[in-house]
């Protein structure tokens, strides 16, 4: 294999689909890669074999998350102003209570709401698309996913969850034209972005207060940690991280499990004859897709990997679109086999961090995945494909397809 020019942090790189080959590279030759240079300036540690992330992942006194799980951090800056208030940037003792408190939202109770509010929204969206006989999935169908989750965590009305995610959107696209002007500070930018979340869940939090119901948000107010209750912050960056965590892994998922479907007829025509299959097609969507394409640790202490010395403090990155990849664990990695078993993809992370929502995108996934098997139809692209600018999230901001009968007439595209 050639060498590619090998720049992790470059998104117009990922946007032309060119990470594969990097990833790939560094994987067969340097798997335990120093990166000279990252978004902040400094150099950082990219692991890309599915054993040695795995390692990390599961040493938890070896590598913290309170740096923030993507270079540079929330805003840039050396230090994750959400650390140690915030699931997903924070540590063991104070993670494992704050996922305790959480834990609520990914109950099989609500999974079941959610599937319900899912099921509508899904169902709907799917009627509109083949009234018109098309739509841009991304935008007209994938968002139902997050929006009936938020819905059902939340108790918000379909409204205020779909400006929620868009304000999420404009969150994880701040360096895509779509979501905003990539020539404005990003510090700002995310800022600001943050700030309107913030505000968002401020007014959730107020109206709550006078009005409880049965929904995440009240339940937080009740919280006790270490018998104290918890923060305004605290509470805000939690649902700030579920939001974001949620609104976009799910629905860009959808788009990229979609189109592989459609690139791989054959595999499109077999989901839709053995409906047994629907639990292993989703684990290999997740597989094939890694949205979340990778996560950032620190070093606490000086760690031997693959034969190079991470020293602590050093800048870890854990590569899971090449884990998920990786010959030595997947057999025929390149091939999408939606009967693939075993299938130990680590698109939710792994340990200590592994995703709280999995058991919830499992469901919106099999919910969506299941609706467009049953359909009468089989989606088809109608126009080019639009990725999303970023080297954190595997993402699709415009997926237009039409629908065509299986007799072979087709749609018209929107």
């Excluded at 899904?122 to 006989?133: F, K, N, P, S």
């Excluded at 990786?326 to 592994?354: C, I, M, V, W």
């Excluded at 099999?366 to 089989?378: I, Q, W």
Aim: hydrophobic share 40%.
């Amino acid at each position: 294999m050639t060498r590619p020019i090998v720049d992790l942090t470059d998104p117009d790189r990922f946007v032309r689909q060119e990470h594969h080959a990097m990833l790939a590279w560094l994987r067969e030759n340097d798997p335990v890669h120093w990166h000279e240079t990252g978004q902040d300036g400094a150099g950082f540690w990219a692991l890309t074999g599915y054993e040695d992330i795995s390692q990390v992942y599961l040493d938890h006194t070896g590598f913290s998350s309170e740096s923030g799980p993507m270079l540079g951090g929330s805003f840039r800056s050396e230090k994750d102003p959400s650390a140690g208030l915030m699931m997903v940037a924070t540590d063991l003792p104070r993670h494992r209570m704050i996922r305790q408190q959480l834990h609520w939202a990914f109950s099989q109770d609500m999974l079941r709401k959610v599937a319900e509010q899912v099921t509508r929204l899904v169902t709907a969206a799917l009627e509109r698309a083949l009234a018109d006989g098309g739509c841009d999935f991304s935008t007209d169908v994938a968002t139902e996913l997050p929006a009936g989750a938020v819905m059902a965590i939340t108790g918000v009305s379909y409204q205020d969850a779909h400006e929620l995610i868009g304000m999420t959107r404009r969150m994880i696209g701040f360096r895509d034209p779509h979501f905003g002007d990539p020539a404005e500070d990003e510090r700002l930018v995310l800022a600001m972005t943050q700030a309107d979340i913030f505000e968002f869940f401020a007014e959730v939090l107020r109206a709550r207060r006078k009005n409880p119901g049965p929904d995440l948000v009240s339940r937080l107010l009740k919280a006790e940690m270490n018998g104290r209750a918890w923060t305004e912050d605290e509470i805000l960056y939690n649902c700030m991280n579920i939001a974001v965590g949620g609104n976009e892994t799910s629905s860009y998922t959808a788009c990229s499990g979609l189109e592989a479907l459609i690139g791989h007829p054959g595999q499109y025509a077999e989901l839709r004859q053995e409906p047994r299959l629907l639990d292993s097609a989703v684990n290999e969507i997740l597989r094939w897709s890694s949205t979340n394409l990778y996560v950032r640790r620190g070093a606490l202490r000086d760690v031997e990997i693959g034969g190079r010395m991470i020293r602590s403090g050093d800048v870890v990155t854990l590569w899971n679109a090449s884990a998920n990849r990786d010959a030595k664990q997947f057999t025929d990695p390149e091939t999408f086999d939606l009967a693939r078993t075993p299938n130990r993809h680590l698109s939710y992370g792994a340990g200590l961090h592994r995703c709280i929502g999995a058991m919830l995108a499992q469901t919106e996934l099999s919910v969506l995945f299941r609706a467009l098997a049953d359909l009468p139809v089989t989606a088809a692209l109608s126009g080019p494909v639009q990725r999303l600018r970023s080297n954190f999230i595997n993402g699709t901001v415009s997926l237009p397809v039409t629908f065509h009968g299986l007799g072979g007439t087709g749609g018209r595209s929107r």
